[in-house]
């Protein structure tokens, strides 16, 4: 052994040789320092899942049951409207509806193939479908059709065994049993949009079947008519397969909403349009509810709210008549004469009495431009002057006072105003005067402006409904506020002017229906004790000075308007009719006598209906589904043909002349 | 142990019974799984699951037969052959366009890396039981057995199975350990190990590999994917809570959220319905099979049983360990089974060789037991 090495350095274990024995013992130590590692991993995993299993039991068993419960929303039955007796206006119908649920698709292009041939199902629906199943993933349905009846539920129910993965369903639907006579009304219901669903993230919302109001009161009471969803809990697998139903609640329907339309007269008042395109609106002299607001032509909310095909849809956008405007309260209209009661309040109002009488020689020259007159009335006072609807008289007080000095008379009797109601969208018109004219024209208001305005022309702009409240305010010398809640009225004040103004006014719209020489005599209930009050209104499309050629193609005919009240002696019902391009106020004072009729003798004004419907062809359903298929006949020739463009127009004409045929012609 | 004691033959009489029951216990707890598994049939696995056993278990005793020297003679036609039946593998497969694992030999199907677990432990421990204490430390008690190891490791990697060639490392080092190698080497190729995981992770791994190893690190961040078996299996035992929710009403397995659950994550399917109880119960049973493997080593006179049962057990252990640890979200998703408990032939096949040898070293007559105090 050399000595130097080992200076400062220690023995290491390593350098001296292992012997056998200390192999073993090494061997032992190791062993049980193996057997130690086993034993300590062993109190480890214990642990580990005794933690797993004791201290995050609740976590993970919540986790567990959220695997194996599927929560599915039963969509609440929307809440019905009801008009002022109860009567439904809209409801729910037992819906038959077939959805597929992808996993449990066999043979996806031949279940499809199936069902499209079984139900008839379009091009436009199976390219849909065909889209949404390949988006879908899981257990979440795809529509394939709904609004079935119960003959298309039994076809698919019976071939089941051979469809796996349809799976047909009862459910509800919205329902308007008046039909296209509400449509404007109470709006529709439909599925949810995506930016809807964006904005509020309730499951509910895209559950299958479950609709949301779209337009009008549907859309305006959506938190009254929604209802609380039902559900079904269901024990699923991981594959999405329903094993078995677990409970279930049922869906708390939405509230019923009364409304003040008394819907007999409602849809009275839709049928009684015809084949005419304008609006009536009925108006309750006490209270200002809404008895009527009719809307013609319309579209089906039925239609709407199953989701409406392509084809339909492209109807009635094109549809010169535009079915998809609510002319009641969008439609403005220039109010012709309608407005001459109103001025002559504005004429007494500056101190002119009612007795001053004007002389009409046939019209108003002024400059040199002549104003014409509907006939030479000689010396004619006020309330006259509304029974034969005088130009001249009004022409000639008009330019005395100003129409500054009338139009806010017309404000205050509803006309240029919005008012306090559920719909989504109420056009004001217009109501001019010389400082609007300055705002929005950068003109200086002229005698002309104002003789045009006097008589409901020029710049003036109503819609139907401001008529409809013009009347009630006349007629109930109150400032009546419309409304469509039942029970909702409200407290008015009178109108700031005197009876004796009020009194003039009505007396001349007496005349006009019931003294010889006014301009709606045939407009007199054919009743014995009650006796209506109204107005006639003629109001050009094209500019009065242009007279001279008129076309007597439908868009550049007059239209037609009326407003009226009854009974006139203790004014119960104030009514607006306007009817678009009708010709003249001939179309439009004889649906509201009939209308007006219906009130108080429902089977004398229904006997004039029905001969009516008769000569027009069918109720409004009858023409509305011949119309569509008409439509669609023409489309398909159209495609087929290049040269098939004629037959439709040809068809558009047809429509217009027979309206003109049924209006009365007044002079 | 008396051949005169009663009418029973000295031969059944003989058996290690008590490791005999434990086995039998474990399996059919198994088998009682795997029927709730299958939503209370015997088929498709509890009935092969027990027929398998049972072979499998006449297969060991008969193993156990044989006396330690034909093993120790043996050792290397045995691990010999597995290697070439490695190649053989590696072969078929490139031949075939594919990786496979099988072996196809017309009757039946050999999975050679299963094999290979025991016979690489056979290999190394006879390699010590050769080599003369003195040389312990010196690079010649450390090459050849690395060599032994790498070869098989290799090949197994290439397949590729990560699980299986992690099994056949740990085993082999196990029993390096036991043999007394300088602790020294250990501790630095550990640290050398766990600088290079890294490495390997960016450039050995497969990416779905690597995805299973991101996934274990979190789980929640990919629920629907990757980690989707993790937090299921975890969704299992922990809602099984204290004492399960009862025999066939677990939700998790019978209605499929929990994927594998009558292979890798049968335990996650019994929790569910056996609770902490039946965990602890089924670690419990694992630690006696283990504490027996291990006095067993122990016990043993010769230093190649003493390796051997050693190795054995912890290759034993290896398959309890990771898949334990997979199935509590501790380890990535390796794909390991269960022993016992799992359906599955081939590792049942690998734990039941390991224990027919562990048993013919108990069977040892020279017990010197005497010797360590």
Redesign the interface.
């Known amino acids: 052994m050399a000595i130097e090495p080992m200076i400062g350095r220690k023995k290491k274990k ?1 350098s001296i ?4 024995a ?3 013992f ?3 130590r ?3 320092f ?2 130690g590692v ?2 300590v ?2 109190l480890g ?2 642990a ?3 933690y ?3 201290a ?2 609740e ?3 919540l ?3 959220s ?2 419960v599927n929560l599915t929303l039963i969509p609440p039955r929307r809440g019905w409207f009801i008009d002022r007796n109860g009567k439904p206006i809209a409801t729910n119908r037992t819906d038959f509806r077939v959805d597929i649920i992808p996993d449990r698709l066999v043979d996806k292009e031949k279940t499809v193939a199936t069902l499209t041939q079984l139900l008839s199902l379009d091009d436009d629906e199976v390219t849909r479908i065909n889209k949404e199943l390949e988006q879908s993933s899981g257990f979440q349905p795809v529509q394939i059709a709904s609004g079935l009846d119960y003959e298309d539920f039994a076809l698919i129910s019976v071939r089941l065994p051979d469809l796996p993965g349809v799976s047909p369903r009862q459910g509800f639907s919205r329902f308007y049993p008046s039909g296209a006579a509400v449509g404007h009304l109470v709006g529709y219901v439909g599925p949810v949009s995506a930016e809807e669903y964006q904005k509020n993230r309730d499951p509910l919302l895209i559950t299958p079947g479950f609709k949301i109001g779209k337009d009008n009161l549907e859309r305006k009471f959506e938190n009254v008519l929604q209802g609380k969803p039902g559900a079904k809990r269901v ?5 999405g397969k329903i ?1 078995r139903e677990l409970e279930s609640r049922e869906d708390t329907p939405g509230k019923p909403v009364k409304l003040t339309i008394d819907i007999d007269l409602h849809n009275y008042a839709a049928r009684r349009l015809g084949l005419q395109s304008g609006s009536v609106v009925v108006m309750d002299c006490l209270t200002g509810d809404i008895l009527t607001m009719a809307s013609m032509p319309s579209f089906d909310p039925n239609s709407f709210s199953q989701g409406i095909g392509v084809s339909e849809y492209a109807w009635l956008r094109e549809d010169r008549t535009v079915p998809l405007l609510n002319k009641s309260l969008q439609g403005l209209y220039p109010p012709g004469s309608t407005l001459k009661p109103l001025a002559g309040l504005a004429i007494m109002e500056q101190g002119i009495p009612a007795e001053e009488t004007v002389f009409c020689n046939g019209g108003y020259t002024l400059g040199n431009r002549r104003f014409n007159c509907l006939g030479r009335h000689g010396n004619i006072n006020l309330a006259d002057a509304i029974k034969r609807s005088c130009n001249t008289y009004f022409y000639t007080m008009g330019r005395r006072i100003g129409y500054d000095k009338i139009a806010p008379v017309a404000r205050t009797l509803g006309l240029g105003q919005e008012f306090d109601l559920p719909f989504t969208s109420q056009y004001y018109g217009t109501v001019p005067d010389s400082e609007w004219l300055k705002r929005k024209h950068n003109r200086e208001w002229s005698s002309a402006d104002s003789l045009n305005a006097v008589i409901g022309q020029g710049y003036v702009l109503a819609s139907p409904f401001q008529l409809a409240v013009m009347a009630a305010r006349l007629a109930s010398g109150r400032q009546l506020l419309p409304n469509i809640v039942a029970g909702k009225s409200k407290k008015t004040p009178d109108l700031p002017y005197p009876k004796e103004f009020l009194d003039v006014a009505r007396e001349g719209m007496f005349r006009v229906v019931n003294v010889g020489g006014g301009t709606a005599t045939r407009g007199q209930l054919p009743l014995d004790d009650v006796k209506m009050a109204g107005k006639t209104g003629t109001s050009q499309v094209t500019a009065i000075r242009r007279d001279g050629r008129r076309s007597s193609e439908w868009k550049y005919r007059d239209h037609g308007l009326f407003v009226c009240y009854a009974p006139h002696d203790n004014p119960r019902y104030a009514a607006a009719v306007v009817i678009q391009h009708g010709g003249g106020s001939g179309a439009a004072y004889p649906i509201a006598r009939d209308v007006l009729t219906f009130i108080y003798d429902k089977e004398k004004a229904m006997e004039t209906l029905n001969a009516l419907e008769s000569s027009w062809g069918g109720t409004i359903e009858q023409r509305m589904a011949r119309d569509l298929a008409r439509y669609r006949a023409n489309k398909a020739a159209e495609e087929n043909a290049a040269n098939g463009a004629a037959s439709d127009s040809d068809e558009a004409g047809s429509n217009g002349e027979t309206g003109s045929n049924e209006a009365e012609n007044e002079t | 142990m008396s051949s005169y004691n009663g009418i029973v033959p000295s031969q059944i009489s003989s058996l290690p019974w008590r490791i005999i029951f434990l086995l039998i216990a474990l399996a059919s707890f198994g088998a009682t799984i795997l029927y709730s598994a299958a939503d209370g049939n015997m088929m498709p696995w509890a009935a092969p699951h027990l027929v398998r056993f049972l072979i499998m278990l006449a297969a060991a005793i008969v193993m156990s037969r044989f006396p330690l020297d034909f093993w120790k003679a043996m050792t290397f036609p045995i691990y010999g052959g597995v290697l070439l039946m490695l190649i053989g593998v590696e072969i078929v497969g490139s031949l075939g366009g594919g990786s496979q694992r099988w072996l196809d030999l017309g009757f039946m199907r050999i999975q050679p890396s299963e094999l290979m677990k025991p016979a690489a432990v056979l290999a190394i421990a006879w390699f010590y039981d050769r080599l003369p204490p003195s040389r312990s430390g010196d690079l010649i008690s450390l090459l050849p057995p690395a060599l032994l190891l790498a070869m098989p490791a290799a090949l197994v990697l290439l397949q590729p199975d990560l699980g299986t060639t992690l099994a056949i490392i740990f085993g082999g080092v196990v029993v390096m350990f036991l043999a007394g190698l300088p602790l020294k080497w250990f501790t630095l190729s550990g640290a050398a190990v766990a600088a290079l995981i890294p490495v390997a992770y960016f450039f050995a791994l497969e990416p779905y590999q690597q995805r299973r190893v991101t996934t274990f690190l979190s789980p929640e961040d990919d629920p629907l994917g990757a980690g989707y078996h993790v937090n299921q299996s975890a969704i299992a035992i922990g809602s099984g809570g204290f004492s399960g929710k009862g025999f066939l009403n677990g939700t998790q397995s019978h209605l499929d959220y929990l994927p594998e659950g009558h292979t890798d994550f049968v335990f996650a399917t019994m929790a569910e319905e056996w609770g902490l109880i039946g965990g602890l119960a089924t670690i419990f049973g694992f630690y006696l099979l283990l504490r027996w493997g291990m006095r067993v080593s122990m016990n043993s006179a010769s230093r190649y049983g003493k390796l051997v049962a050693a190795g054995l057990c912890c290759t034993i252990f290896f398959y309890i360990a990771i898949n334990l640890m997979m199935v509590m979200g501790l380890a990535p998703v390796v794909g390991i089974p269960l022993p016992f408990l799992s359906h599955g032939g081939s590792s049942m096949m690998t734990i039941m060789i390991c224990i027919g040898i562990i048993m013919a070293i108990e069977r040892q007559p020279k017990s010197s037991r005497g010797k360590f105090a």
């Open positions: 390593a040789p292992m012997s056998a200390k192999q073993e090494s061997f032992t190791r062993a049980m193996v057997g086993q034993a991993f062993g995993i214990g580990r899942m005794t797993i299993a004791i995050e039991k976590k993970y068993t986790l567990s049951e695997n194996r024990e699923v697998t991981a594959r094993v």
